[in-house]
């Protein structure tokens, strides 16, 4: 039996503001979902909630553990090469799948590198190689094609889509191009107006 994933009659205020009252949802296990909705909706507080990096204000959440993730920024060692961020959080054991990986996301050919040096949408790849490369049942990808080029978010999602297999991903975009990629269902989040 799958784990149960999702928010139930959760309440968060930052300050003043209600991002959440009173919502509930309930995500596949097992599947893809895709929160979506514009800027100030909540996407990413509700990734923070399912992380525990947040707790509601009321209400229950009910997560699955462990978790890899993608954040909204790449949180790399700029000083680092590619696969000296991957080995900082496998050590040596996954260094060839690490390899395979970064060779997968067209990052082969730059093994010594600093990622310093890299582009925005290389560092994305490097950050997606490496929650991909973590023990997780969870998956959560928040804005992770940030940065990719039509033909480099493409094969990021294939590679995405066949290391995920019978995993759980929660995935947060404003476009729904990414998520028809990662096959995922689509949520849209209501926006609060309380103050």
Same mark, same amino acid.
């Given at each position: 039996?799958?784990?149960?994933?999702?928010?139930?009659?959760?309440?968060?205020?930052?300050?003043?503001?209600?991002?959440?009252?009173?919502?509930?949802?309930?995500?596949?296990?097992?599947?893809?979902?895709?929160?979506?909705?514009?800027?100030?909706?909540?996407?990413?507080?509700?990734?923070?909630?399912?992380?525990?990096?947040?707790?509601?204000?009321?209400?229950?959440?009910?997560?699955?553990?462990?978790?890899?993730?993608?954040?909204?920024?790449?949180?790399?060692?700029?000083?680092?090469?590619?696969?000296?961020?991957?080995?900082?959080?496998?050590? @040596?054991?996954?260094?060839? *799948?690490? #390899?395979?990986?970064?060779?997968? $996301?067209? /990052?082969? %050919?730059? !093994?010594?590198?600093?990622?310093?040096?890299?582009?925005?949408?290389?560092?994305? @790849?490097?950050?997606?190689? *490496?929650? #991909?490369?973590?023990?997780?049942? $969870?998956? /959560?990808? %928040?804005? !992770?094609?940030?940065?990719?080029?039509?033909?480099?978010?493409?094969?990021?999602? @294939?590679?995405?889509?066949?290391?995920?297999?019978?995993?759980?991903?929660? $995935?947060?975009?404003? %476009?729904?191009?990414?998520?028809?990629?990662?096959?995922?269902?689509?949520?849209?989040?209501?926006?609060?107006?309380?103050?």
């Amino acid at each position: 039996m799958s784990a149960q994933l999702g928010f139930y009659h959760v309440t968060k205020r930052f300050g003043g503001h209600t991002v959440f009252l009173n919502f509930t949802l309930t995500l596949p296990a097992g599947r893809a979902s895709c929160l979506m909705g514009p800027s100030g909706s909540g996407k990413t507080t509700l990734l923070r909630m399912l992380m525990g990096l947040e707790r509601p204000d009321a209400g229950k959440i009910h997560t699955i553990r462990p978790q890899s993730a993608v954040f909204q920024e790449d949180r790399l060692l700029e000083h680092l090469s590619a696969p000296g961020n991957l080995r900082m959080l496998t050590g @040596r054991s996954r260094q060839e *799948r690490g #390899l395979r990986l970064l060779d997968r $996301l067209g /990052l082969g %050919d730059l !093994p010594d590198q600093p990622v310093r040096s890299f582009s925005g949408g290389m560092k994305r @790849r490097v950050a997606i190689a *490496r929650a #991909l490369l973590a023990d997780y049942e $969870l998956l /959560l990808l %928040d804005e !992770p094609f940030k940065g990719l080029d039509a033909s480099a978010r493409e094969q990021a999602a @294939r590679i995405i889509l066949d290391e995920n297999a019978g995993h759980t991903l929660v $995935l947060v975009t404003h %476009d729904k191009a990414e998520a028809d990629l990662l096959g995922a269902q689509v949520f849209e989040l209501p926006i609060i107006s309380a103050e």
